[in-house]
């Protein structure tokens, strides 16, 4: 029996966890419509992620995703740090404003985060996902001794062995056109680029585990294309960013149904770790010496766009898109949902 099935998810559809921009009532909403819902836990902390579980299970009793980041933690360089601190002052002071004087790391890796993987154990989850890497085998092996089944987000072959490896069950093959953070391993490694179409063949023909396409899936038309190359479902993002249910703030969502979705960008600018963007004033900043590790960037990224929103400028937010942008609707999660069948069926 499929995975899907054994989470008792009726259609090959899941929607992605996306820090800042799912909610638990999008999750929920989309597990009772009969897809896989979601909810990304990579950007709060134990009590953030308690009170995200408790809010979905409120909302629907079918299985989601609990997803969270495996980044390396970051290592802080001063003097890089420093300079691209003062590399952004000029555009803090157009907006009457001051940088921050050093930069944090935001946001804590699941790897070794104790209080975090009690929370997940002690909610009993069906599922686990992971982007950016893997957790330890001690981690991964009490997830599992719950019964919970574990995804990862893969980007290349390389990526996809070690999750086998690992013990993971199922893959979710990022194409390079995906919206948000790419799930690279390394992000400081080499990156092949791979589309989600080439990926997801490479990883059917090469992995024995189970294989969910993302990046780029915007329709029933193309869910149907990826499990024609033989996905077991398709992972969408961008195509719930406009939803009723999303997060994404007036600016993001006025971007979104502009022209401006039919430009995006793949930049570690934001964050510190390559991720595709809406093109904005943000992306459009020139890069001058070497960016920070991811988060600590994020951490003045999210001051630069507080600065920006401050003055009515939205110009400067973490507009995160794949390049089927154009296509996103604006509908409820569960008319998106029936409309994705209706066109699968078509
Ligand atoms: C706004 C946004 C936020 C995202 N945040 C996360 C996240 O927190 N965790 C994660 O595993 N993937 C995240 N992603 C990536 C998705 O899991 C998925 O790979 C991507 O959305 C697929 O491409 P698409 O956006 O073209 O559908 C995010 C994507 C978007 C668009």
């Known amino acids: 029996m499929s995975i899907l099935r054994q989470l008792n998810v009726r259609l090959p559809i899941v929607q992605a966890p996306m820090a800042g921009t799912s909610t638990p009532q999008m999750a929920a909403a989309v597990s009772n419509a009969g897809g896989l819902g979601s909810i990304a836990l990579g950007a709060g902390d134990a009590s953030a992620a308690q009170e995200a579980i408790r809010r979905v299970r409120q909302l629907t009793d079918k299985a989601f995703n609990v997803n969270l980041f495996v980044h390396r933690p ?3 360089e001063p003097d890089v ?3 691209w601190i003062d590399h952004l002052r000029p555009t803090f002071e157009s ?23 009690d929370i997940l154990l002690a909610n009993q989850l ?4 992971f982007h950016f890497g893997l957790p330890s085998p001690e981690f991964i092996a009490a997830l599992k001794s719950k019964g919970t089944k574990l995804f990862a987000s893969v980007t290349s072959l390389e990526e996809a062995k070690q999750a086998e490896e690992a013990g993971i069950d199922c893959l979710v093959a990022q194409g390079y056109e995906a919206g948000g953070h790419r799930g690279v391993f390394d992000d400081k490694g080499a990156d092949d680029q791979l589309s989600t179409f080439a990926l997801v063949q490479l990883l059917v023909a090469h992995s024995s585990l189970p294989v969910i396409a993302a990046g780029g899936i915007m329709t029933g038309q193309g869910i149907r294309a990826v499990l024609g190359l033989g996905a077991i479902a398709a992972q969408l993002g961008t195509a719930f960013v406009l ?3 999303s997060a994404a703030d007036e600016a993001y969502r006025a971007a979104m149904r502009s022209t401006a979705a039919r430009h995006t960008v793949m930049t570690a600018a934001i964050s510190g770790r390559p991720a595709r963007c809406l093109a904005n004033k943000f992306t459009s900043l020139p890069v001058v010496g070497r960016i920070p590790d991811y988060p600590l960037t994020y951490d003045i990224g999210k001051a630069l766009n507080a600065a920006a929103k401050a003055k009515g400028d939205g110009g400067y937010g973490a507009q995160w898109a794949g390049q089927g942008a154009p ?3 604006e509908m409820s ?3 998106l949902i029936k409309t994705l069948e209706r066109e699968m069926g078509a």
């Open 81 to 83: 740090c420093r300079n």
């Open 327 to 329: 296509l996103a609707r």
């Open 74 to 76: 970051a290592v802080s």
């Open 333 to 335: 999660c569960e008319d």
């Open 126 to 129: 069906p599922l686990v996902s």
């Open 243 to 245: 939803t009723s249910e």
């Open 95 to 117: 907006l009457d404003a001051q940088p921050p004087e050093s930069l944090k790391e935001i946001y804590k890796t699941f790897d070794g985060y104790q209080d975090m993987l």
